[in-house]
């Protein structure tokens, strides 16, 4: 079954420090992968995608994205946090193909705090 | 263009009662899905559409009713409201069922469901 895994439920870091939150997926074949972002009270916001192609995906915000085929990983990175990063984190994977064509399914989240 | 619009922001039903989330999009996806967002559990997709008269069950459908009448408009109903519905649940639209690059799903900013 389709499943996408954060291992990290809370992420504390300092302004200024860089960043990485880690997802990996299961799937039969290479999905469509997503980065949304989510400030308290507040819906969803896409960060990045990857489809295909260069394995290193930029973002909004200063984010970036690295896919690794062979560790089903897509983990999102930032050089520097700012304070208003402070937010809770969801990766997703969509299949390419088949009868789920269209869904989404994500990971739990990770809440990431900022310290000043 | 207003993107995705749900109403209301917030609700309270009592155990038993019915109501009704709106969802609308002006962007005329074809796509459109509804997901419930618990603590700790990412979201979790209830309920999707291809198009208008067509759809289709998520992973959690059990209690909520779907009908799309309509490209713009796919409103989730709660039959018969129980404490376990209490969540957010948010409403997405996507631009293509096919295969190809435009899979990024649009959320509208969500509708805040308490039931006592």
């Known amino acids: 079954a389709q499943s996408v895994t954060q291992p990290d439920i809370h992420i504390t870091v300092s302004e200024g420090a860089s960043l990485e939150l880690r997802c990996n997926y299961s799937y039969g074949a290479t999905p469509y992968l997503f980065w949304y972002v989510q400030s308290p009270g507040q819906g969803l916001q896409l960060l990045l995608k990857y489809f295909s192609g260069d394995t290193l995906v930029q973002g909004i915000k200063g984010f970036e994205a690295e896919f690794k085929r062979s560790q089903s990983s897509f983990n999102l990175r930032k050089p520097s946090v700012h304070w208003s990063d402070a937010a809770e984190y969801f990766c997703?994977?969509?299949?390419?193909?088949?009868?789920?064509?269209?869904?989404?399914?994500f990971g739990r989240g990770t809440q990431l705090t900022v310290w000043p | 263009n207003a993107g995705v619009t749900q109403t209301p922001k917030f609700q309270v039903l009592k155990t038993g009662q019915s109501m009704t989330l709106q969802c609308a999009q002006d962007m005329n996806h074809e796509y459109m899905s509804w997901y419930r967002q618990d603590p700790g559990m990412g979201l979790r997709l209830i309920h999707y559409?291809?198009?208008?008269?067509?759809?289709d069950q998520g992973e959690v459908p059990n209690g909520y009713n779907v009908s799309r009448s309509t490209t713009e408009d796919f409103p989730l109903r709660l039959l018969s409201a129980a404490p376990s519905q209490t969540s957010v649940y948010f409403c997405?639209?996507?631009?293509?069922?096919?295969?190809?690059?435009?899979?990024?799903?649009?959320f509208g900013p969500g509708t805040r469901l308490t039931v006592t």
């Open positions: 997405a639209s996507r631009v293509n069922r096919g295969v190809g690059l435009s899979d990024e799903q649009y």
């Open positions: 997703a994977a969509g299949p390419r193909r088949g009868s789920t064509l269209g869904r989404l399914y």
């Open positions: 559409s291809v198009g208008a008269g067509i759809t």
